[in-house]
């Protein structure tokens, strides 16, 4: 790899690691918007759904859902464990569905926009 392809690739690095931590409320919200699941199935469906671009450890998802709780944002409920203690199974609180509603139509919908999907689909020149 030559030192301009080495400079890119660090420059993208750089830019995902960024743009990853922003993505966490988004895909743990976006888990849970027709299930409720536990933080295994919730790792699970953020690094099926994003193909391993984006994982997680269980810490920042137990921090991310504790703060979501205490903003009613999330609830959850305890169900039977396979194998030892109770589990808590986290869901969307109607808040929490009208929020991540909210935020896909002001955000993500923005993606689908003929221009910006023309834009995504060419290949930029190089100069």
């Given at each position: 790899m030559n030192q301009?392809?080495?400079?890119?690739?660090?420059?993208?690095?750089?830019?995902?690691?960024?743009?990853?931590?922003?993505?966490?409320?988004?895909?743990?919200?976006?888990?849970?918007?027709?299930?409720?699941?536990?933080?295994?199935?919730?790792?699970?469906f953020i690094k099926s759904i994003t193909k391993g671009t984006i994982s997680c450890e269980d810490q920042s998802i137990y921090r991310s859902l504790r703060k979501y709780y205490d903003l009613?944002?999330?609830?959850?409920?305890?169900k039977e464990g396979y194998k030892g203690p109770n589990r808590k199974y986290y869901f969307l609180t109607k808040i929490g569905k009208e929020l991540l509603h909210t935020f896909i139509q002001r955000?993500?919908?923005?993606?689908?926009?003929k221009e910006v999907t023309d834009l995504l689909n060419n290949k930029p020149t190089v100069l």
């Open positions: 301009s392809e080495a400079y890119k690739t660090k420059l993208l690095s750089s830019w995902e690691e960024t743009y990853k931590k922003g993505q966490l409320t988004f895909w743990l919200l976006l888990s849970l918007k027709n299930d409720s699941l536990y933080i295994n199935e919730i790792q699970d009613e944002i999330v609830d959850y409920e305890l955000n993500i919908s923005l993606f689908y926009d």
